[in-house]
């Protein structure tokens, strides 16, 4: 049997699940809780890294070896920020994959699609691989790709927020749009969340704070894990369409006694 994998930026993963490295109570238990996770992937806001202070204790040192990072532009409000934020990541040797986040909306942190396209395109020409934090909208999810977007992340729901993937629909309607990955970002609660994002044929998800926040950050790693290898399962075994009413698991004619 082939292995299920998924590939973006000439990569190869086995593990469906990213995560991130924000709101921990502490170091040490952020990395018991990526290792839980299983993830191959991790990101990192930029501007929590103490670039200028290479002495210093770092996240960066309490991240397991061997995972791909994925530095993020969290923080930035437009295309020249976060261009910015992705040259001071690769110059301190975190490598070519970016996440892009230009978020237009302060309160909602909902991305501005114009400043986010112009960001992707002005990455992709400088030989980054862009991943980009983007709204449920397949349009737009297209038009990043022309771009040169190794992935799309739609939002489930607003960031940190916990409210799951409110637009399954959105999720289905994007990937059957385009060609490179579809990554679920932000949102997701629950293992739930998680596990539906994956049925509706989501390449990926990236979890933080569901994990970070939990009352069990490490039991909650190992529960996100299990929901996207749940999810995942059920989408490659192609669930049962549903029905406007209920039918019968058991025959009903041919019984004994039945006329």
């Known amino acids: 049997m082939q292995e299920d994998t998924w590939s973006v930026g000439g990569r190869t993963f086995r593990s469906r699940l990213i995560v991130g490295t924000g709101k921990y109570s502490t170091w040490d238990i952020m990395r018991e809780a990526l290792v839980a996770s299983g993830s191959e992937m991790v990101t990192v806001a930029v501007r929590r ?19 791909t990072l994925l530095p993020n532009t969290a923080g930035a409000t437009t295309a020249d920020e976060a261009v910015t934020i992705a040259r001071l990541a690769r110059a301190a040797g975190m490598g070519d ?5 230009v978020v237009g909306d302060g309160e909602l942190l909902w991305p501005d699609p114009v400043e986010t396209l112009k960001a992707t395109e002005r990455l992709v020409a400088e030989g980054f691989v862009v991943m980009v934090y983007t709204s449920p909208d397949p349009v737009l999810a297209v038009r ?8 799309v ?5 607003p960031i940190g927020s916990g409210q799951g ?7 289905i309607r994007i990937k059957a749009r385009v060609r490179v990955p579809v990554v679920v970002d932000a949102g997701i609660g629950v293992p739930s969340d998680a596990a539906a994002a994956m049925e509706a044929g989501a390449d990926a998800v990236l ?10 950050p490490v039991g909650m ?16 075994a192609g669930p049962m369409e549903r029905a406007p009413r209920a039918r019968p698991s058991s025959p009903t004619v041919g019984l004994v006694g039945s006329a």
């Open 221 to 236: 790693a190992r529960a996100m894990r299990a929901g996207v290898e749940a999810g995942r399962a059920a989408y490659l």
């Open 165 to 171: 993937v409110l637009d399954v629909e959105a999720v």
């Open 97 to 101: 994959f970016v996440k892009v986040e």
């Open 144 to 151: 990043l790709e022309e771009a040169g977007a190794a992935a």
């Open 49 to 67: 890294v103490n670039l200028d202070r290479p002495d210093e204790p770092s996240l960066l040192d309490y991240i397991p070896a061997g995972m």
């Open 207 to 216: 979890i933080n704070t569901a994990i970070a926040r939990a009352k069990d």
């Open 153 to 157: 992340m739609p939002l489930g729901s």
